[in-house]
């Protein structure tokens, strides 16, 4: 498994695994998703505290068991800000953010997080309160280092211009289907819907200032609409392409996919967020795959998009 450094400080596997369905296994289920994980060279693993209202982060370290020894050798990662009790909302204030990360601390059952995000941004947030939530937690060793889910170049900025600790990452939508990130730069000047901005150039802000981008739902289409692996009603040109480069590659769909996203020089981590351990290894095997410059747009292109 190849190596990326997370914001410039964090080093870790190029794939992640995450746990949003991690509450409905079993513990011995569980287990065997994060050792197949593990022994394939995963060593970051994505969390949150809304994943099963918090139970998928218990059910984590149940499942993980990790000795002090064995939990220094991976990276830990959950998210705050979105609060479900009393109607779904939003919230970065100071008190919030930090009870919820001593929260999700006491779910995985370890003493520190290696790294926290805000999960969706708050129209409401005071950059002022997160600094001091980011100030408290790190002062008393219980975050390392903190991010982002989501949010856009000016969203970033904001928090930047009160806190002292460096953005690491930002959690975002990407995939072969979802590629908004990358398809209206290639549409610059042109009059067609493709290159309408609607991210605010995050893609190249990320990059400027070495913000890790993290990719959630590398499979999916749409708004948490299904795969686009597989589905011909959908995407039958895309697929085609995809099988065809798996074939030659020996190796599945989910690879071709994946490897996909990492051959972006942007250095894109992968959360890949199943189940099912021999989809772990399906999606590891792209750590070894670097597609070229034509099977990269081939497939890109194939998923209904414009080349100018």
């Known amino acids: 498994m190849k190596k990326i450094t997370i914001g410039g400080e964090v080093p870790a ?18 287990s065997r998703l994060v050792k197949t994980a593990l022994d394939e060279g995963i060593d970051f693993f994505d969390h949150a505290d809304v994943y099963g ?3 998928s982060e218990t059910m984590f370290a149940k499942a993980a068991g990790f000795t002090p ?11 705050c800000g979105i609060r479900l ?44 309160e997160v600094a001091e939530a980011f100030a408290t937690l790190h002062a008393a060793g219980k975050v390392r280092y903190f ?24 959690q975002l939508q990407f995939s072969i289907t979802n ?30 200032h070495n913000i890790t981008i993290q990719a959630w739902s590398p499979f999916q289409y749409g708004d948490f609409k299904g795969s686009f692996l597989g589905n011909r009603e959908l995407y039958p040109g ?21 490897a996909w996203i990492l051959r972006h020089p942007a250095r894109i981590q992968v ?15 792209a750590s070894g795959i670097e597609l070229t410059r034509p099977e990269w747009y081939a497939l890109w292109k194939a998923a209904g998009n414009t080349l100018p």
């Open 179 to 208: 590629s908004g990130m990358v398809d209206s730069g290639l549409a610059t000047n042109m009059e067609f819907a493709q290159s309408v901005n609607h991210d605010g150039d995050v893609l190249d802000y990320c990059r400027l």
């Open 53 to 55: 209202a918090g139970k």
């Open 271 to 285: 959360i890949v967020g199943t189940s099912k351990p021999q989809r772990v290894k399906d999606a590891c095997a």
């Open 85 to 128: 009790e009393d109607g779904t909302y939003f919230d970065f204030s100071r008190d919030h953010i930090v009870s919820a990360a001593e929260a999700i601390l006491r779910r995985l059952d370890t003493e520190y997080l290696d790294i926290l995000l805000l999960h969706r941004p708050d129209a409401l947030v005071e950059p002022e």
């Open 13 to 30: 596997s190029e794939i992640a695994l995450g746990f949003w369905r991690l509450a409905e296994m079993s513990v011995a289920d569980a």
């Open 238 to 258: 895309l697929n085609d392409v995809i099988d065809k480069l798996a074939r030659e590659k020996g190796v599945t769909n989910t690879a071709i996919a994946a």
């Open 147 to 170: 991010g982002v889910s989501n949010q856009r170049p000016n969203q970033m900025e904001l928090l930047r211009k009160c806190c002292n600790h460096k953005i690491v990452a930002n």
């Open 69 to 79: 020894s064995r939990r220094e050798k991976v990276v830990l990662q959950s998210k």
